[in-house]
């Protein structure tokens, strides 16, 4: 099944990313998987934490995705990126 379990590897703060908790179901992946929905909270600097709220199915260990600056208020910012560390 290989859904997610853990994420690591969150890409750096961006001080373009405005604050805030986004629910994100639309992302790239360097991989297969699919159906995967994350919560991201930005804090007031810009940097984001994880939290797997759909562990979707068909991911792998270390695939990487890909959230663009739309999905996280639009502000600007770069693209946030993290790594699958878990699946089961």
Known sequence: M???ETVDNISSA???RPAGNYI???FSTNGSGTGAVFMVTINPVGAASVAVKSKGSNYAENNTITITDSELGNGGGASLTFSVNEVS
Do not use: C, N, R, Y
Request: glycine share 0%.
């Open 2 to 4: 290989s859904s997610i």
């Open 14 to 16: 961006d001080v373009l």
């Open 24 to 26: 994100v179901s639309s």
